[in-house]
């Protein structure tokens, strides 16, 4: 199977497909603007139709530094870079802050979803409980043609209620334009152990608080076996939740955002040397029910021939055609 490079890849008959329609059908309170949005995050790219994503984020740059996130593929300082391998792999959706989406999006308009970050968090400072700054606002993100907007909430930091009343303020905001809302949940703070943050029963949970918060796709990391609170472990015994396999531990994060009735993906992570440790990954997104993958550094970090062939392995996991 050749890598997609047309952007807006739609269904043969230019409608939505059956699962599309069901995604759609979740989201019962939402404006036709907001739905037409989501419906072009899924009919775009190389899984257009299937109700699997691929999108690729650099948010990197303000978060981790330029050196540590493009110095191993210098390309990657370059905006344009990352619209091209975004459009050119058959992505979903590009996701960057402002600066990087105003440098390029006019000589690539209409060619790929974008998603708007609206908040970020710099590691000059680095808080045990982060707060990030609100960095651009959902009237950016119409002017700049995207279809979402992509927010930040890190649950377990001592700054979560600020965190949570921003997001619910530019979630409305974004709602009255008919943007998407897409929540990056990340449990972190003083409260959590390091080990925590990734902890079976807190990620579900994290997945939980998002969709509460009215976000229509919601981005977590991949959950460890690890149950982080006391309470929880209690249940987990006493019912048997199955947790031995990473596909068990992403159905139940999936279970967690209401029955897998809101898009739940999960984040790449840090740049791993074998491509085969991430493949193995998507076939348990896969496996347990997930919605797909939202990989930066695994992809932009990687010489673009290589990238290119590395997220079209993935896709064609997501998309049932190699096991």
């Not at 981790?64 to 619209?83: E, I, K, L, T, V």
């Not at 992505?91 to 974008?114: D, K, M, Q």
């Not at 968090?121 to 960095?135: A, G, I, N, R």
């Not at 919601?218 to 690890?226: E, Q």
Request: net charge neutral; hydrophobic share 40%; proline share 5%.
């Amino acid at each position: 199977m050749g890598i997609a490079t047309a952007p807006f890849t739609e269904t043969k008959t230019g409608r939505n497909t059956d699962r599309v329609r069901e995604i759609l059908s979740w989201y019962e309170s939402d404006n036709p603007g907001t739905k037409t949005n989501i419906a072009r995050l899924l009919n775009s790219g190389r899984l257009a139709g299937t109700g699997k994503l691929v999108v690729l984020p650099v948010d990197q740059g303000f978060e981790h530094g330029p050196a540590r996130s493009f110095a191993m593929n210098p390309a990657g300082y370059d905006p344009n870079y990352h619209f091209e391998l975004a459009i050119e792999s058959g992505c979903n959706a590009y996701a960057a802050p402002l600066g990087f989406i105003e440098a390029a999006s006019a000589r690539h308009a209409g060619e790929i979803p974008l998603i708007l970050k609206l908040n970020n968090h710099d590691v000059l400072h680095d808080e045990k409980d982060p707060l990030p700054s609100m960095t651009s606002s959902a009237r950016d993100a119409l002017r700049l043609g995207c279809v979402a907007i992509g927010f930040t909430i890190y649950p377990g930091s001592a700054q979560a209620q600020t965190m949570y009343e921003q997001l619910r303020a530019v979630a409305e905001e974004a709602k009255s334009y008919g943007l998407a809302v897409v929540v990056w949940s990340y449990p972190r703070g003083t409260s959590l152990s390091k080990e925590g943050e990734t902890a079976l029963d807190v990620a579900a949970y994290a997945a939980q608080i998002a969709a509460q918060m009215g976000a229509h796709i919601i981005k977590v990391k991949l959950p460890s076996a690890h149950i982080e609170q006391a309470e929880a472990k209690k249940v987990f015994e006493k019912v048997g939740i199955p947790s031995a396999t990473l596909a068990d531990r992403v159905r139940h994060v999936v279970q967690g955002a209401f029955n897998g009735r809101r898009i739940v993906i999960f984040s790449g992570g840090p740049k791993k040397e074998s491509d085969e440790a991430v493949f193995e990954e998507a076939r348990a997104i896969r496996d347990g029910g997930g919605f797909g993958s939202i990989i930066g550094r695994n992809a932009f970090q990687r010489p673009k021939d290589h990238a290119l062939k590395f997220l079209n392995s993935i896709m064609q996991i997501y998309a049932g055609e190699t096991k």
